[in-house]
């Protein structure tokens, strides 16, 4: 059973609606990773989440109780749960009254919490302030407090809306590690918002992406980043070389799409007629001057519209009755000498070329 | 900085207490309690009576052989009455014969029992601009509103003084409407007799005073009689106890033993003995009970 | 000029040869201000409080009319009360007219305003975050309300300074629900309003600055409290 179960969920203030139609299963122990624009709603998810608002409809079931609507049960089950905020506000008063104040709130006697908020200290490596006022503290050693504080309830659930938007990547990469030391202690589902998609991919078993007010796709990281199921996903998480067009001919995994007079190759389970858009990864794509002889099914020809070269990189894109963006290393294009208006080979595989259904 | 304020707590309770019990010798028991223990018996006066000290005097021999709390509350004549129909005080001392006999018609008040009369006095500047010395109060007034040559300064207070003043317009053959619209050197001060007395004296202006006020006022006085000769000007001071059948807890018995009290032969004439040593006049001549002849 | 200068002479006269009567007005000025300001504050706080956390219908009309209420005459509230007491009034029964409890009453009402709109204002000025930050962390909506109020404890001090502030330094109610009975009723505040009538500059002005001095020591002690 999932811990956490979200059905038809929407939020809706005055006439804005945020959050349309959410339907999420987050099991125990996971790790879940919200991923979305600005202003897609990832705060306002997590923040029904944690039941701190009341959605317009739907319902959400922790442990199977369905805690969306009624006072006692919501605050019960919010006493489970630990939210650390984009921007956390220390209360005014030491480090360690900021971070007894969960442990205070539930009953818990004095001389117990001592030991456990001495250990937290420790964790997050504030004990050294223990007692200073908490205001003074600079924003990323606010953060710790704000964790350390979230953390010390032991919550089953933790949910941490962009966790590192604020700090240097330094900082950050602290912060990702004691939030990996946390979650493995005690097994916490944890689920957070971020901007940063790679830190969705390397830490989180599931990512969902939010993308105005609708969860698109979620699933594992490789899915998303892979297969993405939508246009605006595809387009949201950095795919590219989207292209539009309809299936022509199947044979058996094989299909063709066609699209401005070409033939695009690809794999899929896709019927015959249905209009898609493609997916090609740049780094899959091989530039050649000669047509080569590979067994790469898919091989275009065309004149080079721009090249771009940042540090290493260079994307080179290509018009062949279509645009099509490649990425190779610099050295490479020097090697081959591109520049604007060269007619070159791009090649990739049919197994690299994924399709979204248009819908 | 933790024992300074521990210093300035204690000192502040040391006030607070060090007052509270300056409190008991002027006889507070407690502060803030509606039961109090000691019977308290409250009195109206008007300012002239307060104003001289008469009532300071009085106050604690009255205390003493009674055992009882006297609060008196420095009023006007006329709010003294108001205070009295309202039951809010128990005994009024005034002197208005004209609204007392009213006060009594209305009910309100058992007996009038005058018990220490005394003068009004026209006083003024030296230099008398307007020439009334030795006048009839009324003729004094006609040059008044007829020359404005003088400024005149009016309790404006519905007080027994306001009263004996208006009486005198009246006599004089005025409307007190057209008194009050004469002009400029008319001045309503609305204030008791001493505080009327400062501002006569500051503006120098002339007023209409009782003479036991203008003897014993502790200011400063720049003004000297003016007229004093006059069957009006004569100034009875009475008691009267509320009605105690209009107000249940009027402490009627103690109103009695006040009214007792004023009138009895030692205080009437300690009333007659009171700031003669000082300043070499009666302020106040007893007339115990008996309405005096003018 | 010369009578500040010989009132401030006379102030320091007093204090050091203990004036019995000065000592028990100024007592007395302390007791019933300290007390209205104490009750008010008991009263005034949660009930700001409350009008903070909960919408209602006309909720901002009742703040607006507590904001105009800061601006109410002294000897308004004074005849309001003394009309209510009065042994002709409602409450006449109670026989506290011209009793220092009339003048905590009358006190008490005057600096209401103050306090609750006072109050109202230090509970905006927390961050909501705050109260997000409270929930989320399991408070219950009691304790969420306990721990904004606690955020905002350095204005809330200033806002009891406040009411101490317009309690002991009123005349005009005091005068009236009082009466400035002598050894009863009378008040630092009375009796410079009475002595000064009389002419008495001087001592006015010296209770004028005792007043102060008091008022300076009870400052300096709630603002102690407040640093902490």
Redesign the interface.
């Known amino acids: 059973m999932a811990l956490i179960e979200v059905v038809g969920l929407q939020q809706k203030y005055g006439e804005r609606e945020i959050l349309k139609d959410i339907n999420l299963s987050i099991s125990k122990g996971e790790v879940f990773a919200l991923i979305g624009p600005t202003g897609a709603g990832k705060t306002t998810l997590l923040r029904l989440l944690d039941l701190l608002d009341i959605p317009t409809t739907g319902k959400i079931y922790f442990n199977g109780t369905d805690v969306a609507h009624s006072g006692k049960a919501r605050l019960e089950a919010r006493r489970k749960m630990a939210f650390v905020l984009q921007k956390p506000v220390v209360f005014n008063m030491s480090v360690y009254d900021n971070i007894i104040c969960g442990l205070k709130w539930r009953q818990m006697k004095s001389d117990s919490c001592q030991h456990k908020v001495k250990d937290i200290l420790e964790m997050v490596d504030l004990t050294t302030y223990k007692n200073r006022n908490a205001r003074t503290l600079s924003g990323g050693e606010a953060q710790r407090v704000a964790i350390a504080r979230a953390i010390v309830t032991e919550p089953e659930v933790l949910l941490l809306d962009e966790p590192t938007a604020n700090l240097d990547p330094a900082s950050a990469l602290k912060i990702e590690e004691l939030i990996v030391h946390i979650i493995n202690l005690h097994n916490t589902t944890l689920i957070m918002s971020t901007h940063d998609m790679s830190q969705g991919q390397r830490l989180a078993h599931r990512i969902g992406v939010l993308i105005n007010g609708k969860v698109l796709h979620a699933g594992s990281p490789r899915e998303v980043f892979n297969s993405p199921r939508t246009r605006e996903v595809a387009a949201f998480i950095g795919a590219e070389n989207i292209i539009s067009g309809v299936i022509k001919t199947k044979d058996g995994d094989i299909v063709t799409v066609e699209t401005a007079n070409k033939m695009i190759e690809a794999v899929s389970s896709y019927a015959v007629g249905e209009a898609v858009y493609t997916c090609i990864r740049p780094e899959e794509i091989t530039i050649s001057l000669v047509k080569p002889s590979s067994s790469a099914r898919n091989s275009f020809n065309g004149k080079i519209t721009r090249v771009i070269t940042t540090g290493s990189l260079s994307r080179v894109e290509v018009d062949c009755g279509f645009s099509l963006t490649a990425l190779i290393t610099k050295r490479s294009a020097e090697e081959l000498n591109l520049a604007t208006d060269k007619e070159v080979y791009l090649t990739f595989k049919a197994t690299g070329v994924h399709l979204i259904k248009k819908s | 900085m933790k024992k300074i304020t521990s210093l300035l707590i204690a000192l502040v309770m040391l006030v607070s207490s060090v007052g509270a019990m300056a409190g008991c010798d002027n006889e507070e028991a407690s502060a803030v309690s509606p039961l109090e223990p000691q019977e308290r018996l409250r009195v109206a006066t008007t300012t002239s009576l307060y104003d001289t000290g008469l009532w300071g005097y009085l106050e604690p021999m009255f205390e003493e052989e009674y055992d009882v709390e006297l609060d008196i509350i420095y009023a006007g004549t006329g709010a003294a009455l108001e205070y009295g129909r309202r039951g809010d005080v128990d005994v009024i001392t005034v002197h208005d014969k004209a609204r007392e006999l009213q006060f009594i018609a209305d009910g309100d008040g058992i007996e009038r029992v005058p018990f220490a009369y005394n003068y009004y006095l026209i006083v003024g500047p030296e230099a008398d601009p307007a020439g009334i010395a030795g006048m009839s109060p009324e003729e004094a007034f006609t040059v008044l509103m007829t020359t404005g040559s003088g400024q005149f300064v009016s309790r404006g207070d519905e007080s027994g003084t306001h009263g004996m003043e208006k009486r005198i317009w009246a006599n004089a053959g005025y409307e007190y409407t057209a008194v009050q619209e004469a002009g400029d050197w008319y001045i309503e001060a609305g204030k008791g007799m001493g505080p009327t007395l400062l501002m006569a004296s500051e503006k120098q202006a002339y007023t209409l005073t009782d003479v036991g006020t203008y003897l014993s006022y502790k200011g400063d006085l720049d003004l000297v009689p003016i007229v004093d000769e006059g069957d009006v000007l004569l100034n009875v001071y009475s008691a009267i106890a509320i009605n105690p059948e209009l107000h249940s807890d009027t402490r009627s018995e103690m109103a009695d033993n006040l009214i007792n009290f004023l009138t009895s032969p030692d205080i009437q004439e300690l009333i007659g003995e009171y700031g003669v040593e000082e300043y070499g006049l009666q302020l106040f001549i007893p007339c115990a009970g008996a309405e005096p002849g003018a | 000029m010369n009578e500040i200068w010989q009132g401030f002479l006379k102030a320091v006269e007093l204090i050091i040869s203990?004036d019995?009567?000065v000592?028990?007005?100024?007592?007395?000025s302390?007791?019933?201000s300290?007390?209205s300001a104490l009750l008010a504050s008991t009263i005034c706080i949660p009930l700001g409080s409350t009008i903070h956390f909960y919408n209602f219908r006309g909720k901002r009309i009742l703040i607006n009319l507590i904001q105009t209420f800061f601006s109410v005459p002294t000897v308004c509230i004074g005849l309001f009360v003394f009309v209510i007491f009065?042994?002709?009034?409602p409450l006449?029964?109670?026989?506290?007219?011209?009793?220092?409890?009339a003048m905590?009453i009358g006190q008490m009402i005057l600096i209401t305003p103050v306090l609750l709109g006072l109050t109202i204002s230090a509970l905006s000025g927390v961050?909501k975050?705050?109260s997000?930050?409270?929930?989320?962390?399991?408070?219950?909506n009691l304790?969420t309300m306990l721990?904004i109020i606690?955020?905002a404890?350095y204005a809330m001090m200033a806002t009891v300074i406040m009411g101490f502030g317009r309690a002991i330094s009123e005349v005009g109610c005091a005068l009236m629900v009082g009466?400035?009975?002598?050894?009863?009723?009378r008040i630092i505040t009375t009796a410079i309003s009475?002595e000064t009538?009389?002419?008495?500059l001087e001592l006015s002005i010296a209770l004028g600055i005792i007043l102060l001095t008091?008022a300076l020591?009870?400052n300096?002690?709630l603002n102690?409290?407040q640093q902490r």
């Open positions: 203990l019995p009567e000592m028990e007005i100024a007592g007395r302390l007791r019933i300290v007390t009065s042994r002709a009034g006449g029964e109670l026989n506290i007219l011209f009793t220092p409890t905590v961050d975050a705050i997000d930050t409270a929930r989320s962390l399991g408070a219950s304790q721990a606690r955020e404890r009466g400035n009975i002598r050894g009863f009723t009475l009538s009389k002419g008495e008091l020591i009870i300096t002690i102690r409290i």
